[in-house]
């Protein structure tokens, strides 16, 4: 089995002095190496495809052979990094909750046990008086990914 401590070692060496960071690095049966990466301004295939060759090119297939792919997380991917949830502060992101309920809003900060989100409310919601912005704690949380919107 190859070992993840190695294929870590090989990112790194290309991502040195980078804004690109890892997101998650998993080897599974058949030495199937999924690499998921990101960026703090945004991660272009060509930066992808660089970790690919280097991780590849210091690998030996005749001693043991891998398959392997490179990706950025996506936005339909959650926020899983304090890294990624910094590049959302000031941004639209929808929070979903242990109790199922779905929350919308721009992330106004975290540390490491909570976010402070400014909801957005609804006019029904405004005459209730409902409060605009909310702490929610991680433990609360199933998960966090950024809004997408289209125009």
């Given at each position: 089995m190859i070992s993840k401590?190695?294929?870590?070692?090989?990112?790194?060496?290309?991502?040195?002095?980078?804004?690109?960071?890892?997101?998650?690095?998993?080897i599974s049966?058949?030495?199937?190496?999924?690499i998921t990466l990101d960026a703090d301004q945004g991660l272009s295939i060509e930066k992808c495809m660089s970790v690919s060759r280097n991780v590849e090119h210091n690998l030996d297939r005749e001693e043991e052979d891998?398959?392997?792919?490179v990706a950025s997380s996506g936005?339909?991917?959650?926020?899983?990094?304090?890294?990624q949830f910094e590049k959302y502060i000031g941004k639209k992101i929808v929070v979903q909750t242990n109790d199922m309920d779905k929350l919308e809003g721009i992330l106004l900060a975290f540390d490491d046990k909570s976010l402070d989100l400014e909801l957005e409310l609804s006019k029904k919601q405004k005459k209730a008086k409902v409060e605009p912005k909310m702490n929610?704690?991680?433990?609360e949380i199933k998960e966090t990914k950024a809004a997408i919107r289209f125009k």
């Open positions: 401590k190695r294929v870590v070692e090989l990112i790194e060496e290309r991502i040195e002095g980078t804004d690109i960071f890892i997101v998650n690095v998993d049966t058949g030495n199937k190496i999924l891998f398959s392997l792919e936005l339909n991917n959650p926020l899983l990094l304090p890294r929610i704690s991680f433990d």
